[in-house]
């Protein structure tokens, strides 16, 4: 039995992130096959949510790059992995000595999520704690109203290249941690970093979920280096021609860019699908 995994933005979204209409359509044909199917993003399920909703995604689902599995079945975590007090102390340093501004993300007793963020110092710092709360909908809440209770599943901050840079250069060595960055959407002058626990990535949520749906094939999709972990425990993993260089080396195939529906193509090719 296969499972198709998808990452979504820059792989399964277009550029706009949405789902297209041939993209829907083709998740419909893969549905009436019986083709199991799931996703695996560095969103949290907040950011995921409205962007698969109304395909029909049943089964337990990746966020966070593995940090968290969410199952529909139960509406609720199977998994979570979240960040250690040396952990936290770690980050907090080297972004404190880099002058960037820490974004802690936690899960709360209910399942239910905030952000909690040190002092905001930039316009951009500032725009980006109100998106979360405007686009997402969580509580956000400066750092000294962190409950004792809440476990922190990802630290995130958004800042120049070199400051970001010198960050990930800073806990590289910390054998817990695991950090992923890039060019953020909110200027081109700007980066953004995500920290989390090392054993939450996307590869190893996904060999959980092929254990526990006794999945004989895992067929993924990705475009980035978050991706690389999914890669390397897939029987067949795929790179749209958007893809980073290092994940079209890993990949089986590169195939066709994600703003046409390369992804979608593919599919119906690979698995024989018509409409």
């Known amino acids: 039995m296969d499972l198709v995994v998808f990452d979504l933005d820059g792989t ?21 096959q019986g083709i199991l199917y799931t996703v695996a993003t560095g969103r949290a399920l907040h950011g995921a949510r409205d962007v698969i909703a109304g395909h029909p995604f049943t089964l337990p689902q990746v966020f966070k790059n593995g940090v968290m599995i969410w199952s529909p079945a139960t509406e609720g975590y199977s998994h979570h992995t979240h960040l250690s007090l040396d952990d936290l102390r770690h980050v907090l340093e080297a972004m404190l000595s880099q002058g960037v501004t820490a974004f802690l993300f936690t899960l709360e007793p209910g399942d ?51 400051a970001v840079d010198r960050v990930a250069q800073l806990i590289a060595d910390e054998p817990g941690l695991i950090a992923y960055a890039g060019p953020a959407i909110e ?20 060999q959980v979920l092929r254990e526990e749906l006794g999945i004989s094939r895992v067929v993924c999709f990705g475009d980035s280096d978050n991706d690389l972990s999914m890669f390397q425990i897939a029987d067949e993993a795929y790179a749209p021609k958007n893809a980073r260089d290092d994940v079209k080396a890993l990949a089986t195939a590169v195939i066709g860019h994600h703003d046409e529906d390369g992804i979608a193509r593919f599919l119906r090719e690979r698995f024989n699908l018509s409409a």
Request: zero cysteines; glycine letters at 4%.
């Open 12 to 32: 399964l979204l277009n550029a706009n992130s949405e789902v297209s209409p041939y993209t829907r359509d083709t998740l419909r044909l893969l549905s009436e």
């Open 112 to 162: 239910e999520h905030a952000v909690y963020h040190q002092p905001l110092k930039t316009d951009y710092e500032r725009d980006l704690a109100e998106n979360y709360l405007a686009r997402n909908g969580v509580r956000v809440e400066p750092v000294a109203a962190l409950p004792a209770a809440a476990e922190i599943s990802n630290i995130s901050a958004l800042g120049p290249e070199s």
């Open 187 to 206: 200027g081109d002058d700007l980066w953004w970093i995500d920290i989390h626990h090392i054993e939450a990535s996307k590869g190893n949520a996904v």
